[in-house]
């Protein structure tokens, strides 16, 4: 992805919040020299704002987009720390993902004084306050000395000068990082707004000094440039950022699940046999096989098939509706990629989308995609809610937990049919309020919430793992039939040796 010929989008006109990510977005694109196309809008009909877009890639999220803005000029540019690290996690497991993407705009959004935007830098300020430790404290404190944050070695005895603590100059450390420069962003534009100044914000000497420093990277006449190109709204409206989930196993006690409840439901669905369409590996590059080291994935492969086939059926009776259409299938949580490039090959008709929030997995599945001359394929690299587009069938393999049922909740968004193999039941916990248990109003109305969360366990003990796994597979189905949708079943993929978590759920509106 080069620099210049990126595209990047931005919505600065609706939520203050959203407005902020994107002005900080653009903060830190005029620092790496970007002055390429800006769109101010919600830039993608697939993705979220603030992203980027280059070629078949798209790109959501403040972290995600500084990123790759930032690895487009340098991959290892010092902006990413040490092994390019720097915002490489998502909001759910990097505090300061979360911090810049939920936090800090949604307290920005709000703030109407010099002082509420000091509280809002209270995360800034105590990581000022605790002194900086890195992996090799003798090279670090040699460097702090080229910097003139620590006394020359000299000065003091040899045990002092190890016991100094040294004061990071920047939030990561001794230089300067993309989060610095993404939060100062935040801060000005909302300073702008209210028309007050650096200085009126309050705060201790080391928050000042920061500000300070941050500052010192801009000149007068890049900052007038860049505010001039903005136009926020001044006051923010309900804030859409969501909440993280909250593990609810230590929580829950251990329930004895009632036999008469698992039979009502297990009796609600019998498993129903999918077309048998043969795969002719033989005949498929080896691009398209999953591999484990040197040999091909055996069991991967067995539940591409298994997937093909539902997908298949999906695809036939949308098709017969309106034959000129061109369908969208989107691969949640793909990985490397590995389903949605086997049906993009399989449904060259078929428009296909790969989401996904590493991009490791990602860059691996484009270079198959390049090399396989596959043109109806687009990457995107956002987390599965920032997935804001229309689309026809949704698909995921082994979706982790709570990740399948946001997969089916982006389905019945856009009335989107259904092809999912859910996996991991046992980390099934509540997102309030997108995602709530039990899903349907028929298993409410038979098991209580702490039995919903001990039956999501037991599917992840062999022993009793079937029964349990049809339950909580049940309520999915019923979730889609409170939904609206006409035809909903439950299949396995095939062999059932290819996976332990071998139920495959089928769903058309």
Known sequence: MDLESTEIFVDLDSALCQALQGSSVLFLSHYMGHRGLVTRDAGSN??????????????????????????????????????????????????????????????????????EIGKCLGKIQETLETPFIGHNQRKIRQEAIKLGI??????????????????????????????????????????????????DIPGTKLLQEWLARVMKCYDVTTLTSFFNSLHLPAHSVACSCNSLSTDVSAAVPPTTLDEGTLTKLEERFEYRVLPNIVTNWDALSVLLKPQRGNKNNTNKMHQLASILRGVQGCVETLSSVDPTRTLRIVDFCSGAGHLGIFLAYHFPQCEVSLVETKWGSLRYAKERVDKLGLSNVTVCLCHLAQFTGRFDIGVSLHACGSATDAVLSQCVRVGAAVVSSPCCYGKITPSPPTLSYPRSDLVQEVLTESAYYATSRQADHMSENERAMKCIDIDRLEFLKDNGYQSVSISKLEPLTCSPKNNLLVAVK
Do not use: F
Request: aromatic share 4%; charged share 15%; glycine share 8%.
């Open 46 to 115: 697939l993705v979220a704002s603030p992203g980027c877009r280059s070629d078949n890639v798209l790109v959501s999220g403040v972290a995600n987009t500084c990123r790759h803005l930032i690895l487009s000029v340098d991959p290892r540019h010092p902006l990413l720390g040490l092994h390019a690290g720097c915002l490489s996690g998502t909001k759910e497991v990097s505090p300061w993902t979360r911090y810049l993407e939920v936090e800090l705009p949604c307290q920005l959004s709000t703030a109407i004084t010099a002082e």
């Open 150 to 199: 620590l006394p020359d070695h000299g000065v003091v005895s040899h045990d002092e000068w190890l016991a100094l603590p040294i004061i990071r100059p920047y939030v990561h450390g001794l230089h300067l990082g993309a989060t610095d420069l993404l939060v100062l962003g935040m801060v000005l534009v909302k300073l702008r707004t209210l028309k007050l100044e650096v200085s």
